[in-house]
T-cell receptor, first 115, second 114 residues
Framework: SQTIHQWPATLVQPVGSPLSLECTVE??????LYWYRQAAGRGLQLLFY??????ISSEVPQNLSASRPQDRQFILSSKKLLLSDSGFYLC??????????????FGEGSWLTVV | AQSVTQPDIHITVSEGASLELRCNYS??????LFWYVQSPGQGLQLLLK??????LVQGIKGFEAEFKRSQSSFNLRKPSVHWSDAAEYFC????????????FGQGTELSVKP
């Protein structure tokens, strides 16, 4: 069965420091991968998605970037964090179309507090 | 532009009462529709989904949802709510292209009174 892992689970970082959140998927190959952010009291905002290695689509202009160095690895980064980057970050994956449609499965999330 | 609206930010129901959470979408084609549930501090769990066919779909934990094309709605229902159903519920629209991404509504927080 497929599993998704993301880490760290919680992170407290000072303003201006770098960020790296990592996500890996096991038990499948060539998945679509996603990073969502959930700010306090708000819904989920899609930040990036990737349909393959090195292929990143950005949904909103922001202080963050994403990379996919391997098939099942998705990394969310920032060179200099802002206070507004605080939130709950969720990595997710889906199979390509034709298998189970585009049902998206989520990791357990990473809490980021920028101080 | 595609969007999802959940008009109720917070709903409180008594345990054993029925529940309906509203969801309206804006999308030019037949959408893929989903409901997810999120317990505090955790990831999202899929409750049910609609791709095609029967417009009444059954999900886990006794939930069901009905797709109504004429109303652009996909409301979630449960006949009898349990205290463990207290959580945040998200409706989402999926896209066949664009990497299969989902656009989520703002969520509805459900509280259950004993």
């Amino acid at each position: 069965s497929q599993t998704i892992h993301q880490w760290p689970a919680t992170l407290v970082q000072p303003v201006g420091s770098p960020l790296s959140l990592e996500c890996t998927v096991e038990g499948t190959s060539n998945p679509n991968l996603y990073w969502y952010r959930q700010a306090a009291g708000r819904g989920l905002q899609l930040l990036f998605y990737s349909v393959g290695i090195g292929q990143i689509s950005s949904e909103v202009p922001q202080n963050l970037s994403a990379s996919r160095p391997q098939d099942r690895q998705f990394i969310l980064s920032s060179k200099k964090l802002l206070l507004s980057d605080s939130g709950f970050y969720l990595c997710a994956w889906s199979l390509k179309q034709g298998s189970s449609g585009n049902t998206i499965y989520f990791g357990e999330g990473s809490w980021l507090t920028v101080v | 532009a595609q969007s999802v609206t959940q008009p109720d930010i917070h709903i409180t129901v008594s345990e054993g009462a029925s529940l309906e959470l509203r969801c309206n979408y804006s999308y030019g084609a037949t959408p893929y529709l989903f409901w997810y549930v999120q317990s505090p501090g955790q990831g999202l769990q899929l409750l049910l989904k609609y791709f095609s066919g029967d417009t009444l779909v059954q999900g886990i934990k006794g939930f069901e949802a009905e797709f109504k094309r004429s109303q652009s709605s996909f409301n979630l229902r449960k006949p009898s709510v349990h205290w463990s159903d207290a959580a945040e519920y998200f409706c989402a629209v999926g896209f066949y292209n664009q990497g299969g991404k989902l656009i989520f509504g703002q969520g509805t927080e459900l509280s259950v009174k004993p």
